[in-house]
């Protein structure tokens, strides 16, 4: 079964799994998914977290050890997600240095709450780097505006960073001069640049879910025709813009002084829409030094029917381009729909983590120590 999976690492593209658990951990799963899935990072988000704690496996014996300490919820929800991340890190931890530090990653994201506060996500970023203490840590600091000086100085002081919520190509290269400058900052703090990883988490599904939203409001020929493209155009361009960028004067100065690239990976790559094959957002995608980071069933349908065709974003600029100009052809904005996807990324985060709180702070409630 793992045929698909080989042949798309084969390609240059790092597998690595949208999802963690306590249960995931303990049962042994994690390391099966290395050993015979080419499964070679996990990302994490709030809504991942959310879903794994208020499931309840494995967490009963750590929340009664910390309703007994008698913590905040919010020292609490830290306690066990780093937790979590600490253990996944340390099962990858034979990948990590298989890779010289590329792969074998574990993300951690700040507080969604601080998504629009500079220092705060600074302040934050440094507190999980220190609290989880593996070097095999992404801390993930979502590309608001916000969150762009917040990337730079956090890449500056020599912590590895996963930038999430990207949807916009103009944003996305607002994230690479972020990354770029960070290493200046490293560079000029005499910090060893090869030590220092980050990859950029371009969005894929949800741009097509917003778009074909509007597609069928519009409802003509011209406007159906372009179901589904948007997504993978997008992707791939933002691909070209990565080209661009690593093959600069810029980041040749830092090539020389060992930096690392900072990798585009693809997220958000399970299909929302069942008319589309399940396995386009991973099939599409194809190109050497990417990341896909898949859901637990888009895994398992590549595993099972994926197709690799080799590279498939090179040679495809010029259609991409073609297919979010038309766009603008039918009364579709481009800019409109990535500020909204932006604006409720955030929300969303910001709602699962709420959630996470209120879950956690009732299960604290509830196995509370009776006062004497």
Same mark, same amino acid.
């Given at each position: ?167 916009? %190509?103009?944003?996305?290269? @607002? $994230?690479?001069? !972020?990354? =770029? +400058? ?9 910090? #060893? ?32 025709? %372009?179901?589904?493209?948007? @997504? $993978?155009?997008? !992707?791939? =361009? +933002? ?9 600069? #004067? ?123």
């Amino acid at each position: 079964m793992t045929d698909a999976l080989k042949r798309l690492a084969d390609e240059g593209v790092a597998i690595w799994l949208d999802d963690l658990s306590r249960k995931r951990i303990t049962s042994g799963n994690l390391a099966e998914l290395i050993d015979q899935q080419h499964v070679v990072g996990v990302t994490t988000n709030p809504s991942i977290f959310q879903k794994a704690i208020s499931g309840g496996d494995g967490y009963e014996q750590q929340l009664t050890d910390l309703a007994a300490r008698r913590l905040t919820v919010e020292e609490a929800v830290r306690m066990i997600t780093t937790a979590d991340v600490r253990d996944a890190a340390d099962i990858l931890r034979p990948v990590y240095d298989a890779t010289g530090g590329q792969d074998g990653r574990v993300s951690i994201e700040v507080d969604p709450r601080l998504a629009h506060d500079t220092a705060a996500t600074v302040a934050e970023a440094k507190q999980l780097a220190w609290l989880v203490d593996r070097p095999n840590t992404f801390i993930k600091i979502p590309a608001t505006k916000a969150g762009l000086p917040a990337i730079t100085e956090v890449i500056g002081l020599g912590i590895s960073v996963n930038v999430t919520l990207i949807f916009s %190509l103009e944003r996305y290269r @607002a $994230v690479m001069d !972020a990354f =770029l +400058a960070g290493l200046e900052k490293a560079k000029a703090a005499g910090l #060893d640049l090869s030590k220092i990883h980050s990859v950029a988490s371009f969005f894929v599904s949800r741009v097509d879910t917003e778009i074909d939203k509007r597609i069928e409001k519009i409802g003509t020929d011209e406007a159906k025709a %372009l179901r589904g493209k948007a @997504a $993978v155009a997008n !992707a791939r =361009l +933002a691909y070209q813009a990565y080209e661009e960028v690593f093959s600069s #004067d810029r980041w040749a100065a830092l090539d020389r002084a060992n930096a690392n690239k900072q990798r585009p990976l693809w997220a958000s790559t399970g299909v929302k829409d069942p008319a589309y094959k399940d396995t386009m957002y991973v099939e599409e995608l194809v190109a050497p030094g990417t990341v896909n980071t898949m859901p637990e069933a888009t895994l398992e349908a590549v595993a099972d029917h994926g197709e690799t065709r080799g590279d498939t974003v090179h040679g495809t600029y010029e259609q991409a381009q073609a297919d979010i100009d038309a766009l603008a052809g039918i009364g579709i904005s481009y800019d409109e729909v990535v500020q909204v996807l932006e604006d409720e990324g955030v929300e969303k985060f910001e709602s699962s983590w709420n959630d996470l709180l209120k879950s956690t702070e009732a299960e604290l409630k509830r196995l509370a120590p009776s006062e004497a």
